[in-house]
């Protein structure tokens, strides 16, 4: 059973990225609004064609649901901050609640990923909000996953469930976190001095 220590750290980190991830979502939203009144105003943070929130905003990337992508965030967010600050009070959630949290969130990365795939080699701008929703989303899934890990609540096997616990334990699960998010911003500052130059 994971530690006081390993729980006020893993959900004090998954309350921080929600909150960022909620506020970013919230300008986000505010800006989709703002867009929807007049599609030719220019956005606090469109500073050059390739980091242009404008320019993502107007793509139909930005809606793929009918609706600003942004207001799925407005809606997530609160819920995941409610668990962390539960689970801070020490409640302990049910193993199916955990699990479908966990795997409700990795629809979210995988969308939040896509988006950035979108906006890096599709629109060819990035968003500078965007960007903060998709690394909060990275690291609340990271929290969230390794506290599932420890905990037990997911389903696989006994002996699956001890090789991924010793994976988090050894520190793996960290550096493969710190490796995804290095080839990430390696790829976008590529993208970005190709841009330039």
Known sequence: MPSDRTR????????LFAVISLV???VLSYDAIKLAENPDQSLACDVAVW?????????WQAQVFGFPNAFLGMISEPVVMTIAVA????????KWFMFTANVVYL???IFAYWLLF???FVIGALCPWCLTVTV???????SMTHWNILEGN?????????????????GWMTITLIAWLAVVVAIEVMKMVLKVI
């Open 136 to 142: 909060s989303t990275t690291f609340v899934f990271w």
């Open 24 to 26: 970013a979502s919230f």
């Open 154 to 170: 997911l389903y696989v096997s006994e002996g699956v469930l001890e090789k991924l616990r010793k994976f988090v334990r050894d």
């Open 8 to 15: 006020y750290i893993l959900f004090g980190e998954m309350l």
């Open 51 to 59: 980091l242009s929130c404008s320019k993502v905003g107007l793509s």
């Open 107 to 109: 629809l979210g990365v």
């Open 87 to 94: 689970s801070l009070c020490k409640v302990r959630f049910p």
């Open 118 to 120: 979108q906006s890096t």
